[in-house]
């Protein structure tokens, strides 16, 4: 049948053979996926392992990348979000009902606490605040229906009692969530923690940090092994129209396959950058979970037995420096660029009034402004220089 141009422009002729192998897995764009015929329609079912039925449930680019992040993080499903906090208000959303309680870290990523508040005020779920490092301040009750751990802590990095918490969690019958951004499950195993087999029930990793590795992608994934709770979320996830864009998801497969080698490196030049910030005077403390003087360390020791961190240490300015002298600090920073976010070959910093930030006391935190370094990729005694160089420049404007 002769067609028409504005007819045969859609039609593509060539398919590309089933054999034909890549290094990187073909890509898949996709609102619509074509059914090969009505049987392939009326047979599908949503609870399928692949349901190929339309985009917002998935393609083969966003199985293949879902399937290596379950793999990495030690669990058995895992769905994709548009960004790391679209995944935790998946999760909040899917758990927690009116009436029912979560507890949240006092140290947990700021828009989570930020956003269950908000819950809070609209919808009657009741936040309770715990300390990470003191696993009898989680007093769950008969409603808690959600635990939310984050190892190590947002911005002051404090290492919390996992396994206390988690077997709490567990003989309260309390859903156990992870936002295990920060080990990127690399640094310790989320699904199999230290040889009691502890496992979390899901683990939130922010795509947007290591597994991008770009510092240009925002992407999350909310994993699991449980099938009946994977189906919960995976229902929720269809129905609030949750998708990720085949492009950005290719971006994330592609790096992941160089992660673990990234974030190796990150935590090497971070223990380096550690060891120089540590003899600084201006500084009155150093946080980093594998220095023997930060908080919560013994836990870091007893769950990472990899011996990683992720590229984060944080110090706090001994009280003369005020707010002024460490924004001047952060101004003549050179390598390190002020901004949001972290994982990238960038280097970043970023800087923070803890008092505001913090619903508990803190004892273990001395008083002064906090900065944030994140480690990028640059040679570590380049970054040491920049810091040397605006400490000097700060003290001498
Ligand atoms: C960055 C981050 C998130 C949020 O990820 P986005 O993709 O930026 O929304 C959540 N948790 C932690 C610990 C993070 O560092």
């Known amino acids: 049948m002769k067609r028409h141009p504005q007819t045969s422009l859609i039609h593509a002729t060539r398919k590309a053979p089933q054999f034909i192998s890549t290094v990187q897995p073909p890509l898949f764009r996709a609102s619509t996926i074509i059914f090969n015929n009505t049987d392939a329609l009326f047979n ?21 990348l879902a399937d290596q992040i379950a793999l990495n993080e030690g669990g058995e499903h895992c769905l994709l979000a548009p960004s790391g906090l679209s995944a935790i208000n998946l999760v909040n ?27 809070q005020k609209r919808y009657g779920i009741v936040v309770k605040v715990y300390d990470g490092l003191d ?9 808690a229906k959600l635990l939310w751990l984050e190892a190590a802590g947002s911005v002051s990095l404090e290492f919390p009692d996992l396994k206390g918490l988690i077997k709490k969690a567990k003989q309260a019958g309390v859903c156990i969530a992870l936002d295990n951004t920060w080990g990127a499950g690399l640094a310790f195993n989320p699904f199999d923690l230290s040889d009691e087999h502890l496992a979390v029930d899901i683990s939130v990793h922010a795509l947007t940090k290591y597994p991008s590795g770009g510092g240009d992608i925002l992407m999350g994934a909310i994993i699991t ?13 269809a129905l609030q129209g949750i998708a990720v864009s085949a492009d950005d998801t290719a ?6 396959s160089s992660m673990a080698l990234r974030y190796a490196q990150h935590a090497k030049s971070t ?18 979970p594998a220095y023997p003087q930060s908080a919560g360390h013994q836990y870091w020791l007893e769950i990472c037995q990899t011996g990683l961190s992720a590229g984060l240490v944080s110090v706090v300015f001994k009280p003369e420096f005020d707010m002024q002298a460490v924004r001047a600090f952060c101004d003549h920073l050179q390598l390190f660029k002020l901004g949001f976010s972290w994982g990238g070959p960038l280097s970043l910093v970023m800087l923070y009034q803890i008092e505001d930030m913090r619903h508990l006391a803190h004892p273990h935190l001395n008083a002064g402004i906090l900065v944030r370094f994140c480690i990028g990729l640059e040679h570590p005694e380049d970054l040491i220089q920049d810091i040397a160089q605006a400490l000097k420049r700060m003290n001498s404007p």
């Open 93 to 119: 959303s899917c758990c927690l009902s009116h009436g029912d309680e979560v507890w949240v870290a006092d140290n947990i990523y700021g828009p989570n606490m930020e956003h269950l508040r908000d819950l």
């Open 44 to 64: 599908r079912h949503w609870t399928d392992d692949y349901d190929y039925s339309y985009g917002t449930h998935g393609t083969p680019t966003t199985y293949t």
């Open 135 to 143: 696993a009898q301040s989680f007093q769950p009750s008969k409603q």
């Open 271 to 288: 223990q380096t950058v550690l060891d120089w910030l540590i003899h600084q005077p201006a500084f009155s403390q150093v946080l980093h």
């Open 225 to 237: 092994q449980d099938k009946v709770l994977h189906h919960r979320l995976l229902r929720m996830h």
């Open 251 to 256: 971006q994330v497969q592609r790096s992941l």
